[in-house]
């Protein structure tokens, strides 16, 4: 299963006052794996960047100057996309900015089912903080690097608390097990993998993307416990 971790920066908060795009970022996952494929693109909006968003963002106005109009990588950020479902973290706001910003161009507004995080949170949290970084806390996922918000680390970091969300963080690999109710704990016997002598279907890229994925889960991670019993 394909989808997209998705998050934008903006001049504003609502495009109906004239606020623009000026940065989208777009992670691929599969199965709930980053696989390394990212769309990221920062975007002229045509317009200032207020002070009060820029000591959000740090996104300057000047910066922003040379980089592409959103005419000009709306057709990529589209052929990225696809039709796969969407993450995002309060995500009215982003496909409300990227859909206008689309409408401008006369390109198709995004139709692809939306997942929004915020909405998963509020549910597994109820009455709890679940900011990006609230969420992070909860999860003990590291966002030190995050003094201000950046579309890229932002997908990156929602990637990981959307897998916590999913409880997807050590998927079972019995086949015969039903995981549709993913409230329950599966547990996992390691023996049925064991003396199985099948010849690996990975890339070496897929396998250097697959370890820098499993060092993220921490020292307690099923993938570890495979590795050092094989």
Known sequence: MREIILDTETTGIKFSEGHRVIEV????VVDYLPT??????????????????????????KFLENKPLFIDIAE???????????VAHNAPFDIGFLNFELQKCQK????????????LARERFPGQGVS??????KFSIDNSQ???????????????????????RE????????IKDSSKDIDFDITLLQNRKLDSRITREE?????????????NALWNKFKDEK
């Open 132 to 137: 990006l970084d609230a969420l992070c806390k």
């Open 25 to 28: 970022a777009a992670l691929e």
């Open 76 to 86: 990529e950020f589209l052929e990225f996309i696809q039709n796969d479902i969407i």
């Open 207 to 219: 396998e250097k993307l697959h370890k820098e994925f499993v060092v993220t889960l921490g020292k």
């Open 36 to 61: 390394g494929k990212v769309f990221h693109k920062y975007i002229n909006p045509q317009r200032d960047v207020p002070l009060s968003s820029t000591d959000i963002h740090g996104i300057t106005e």
């Open 146 to 168: 995050r003094e201000k918000h950046s579309a890229t680390l932002d997908a990156e970091l929602l990637s990981r608390v959307y897998i916590e969300l999913n409880d997807a």
């Open 108 to 119: 198709n507004t995004l139709t692809n089912k939306i997942i929004d995080t915020l909405t």
């Open 171 to 178: 998927p079972s690999l019995d086949l015969s097990i039903d």
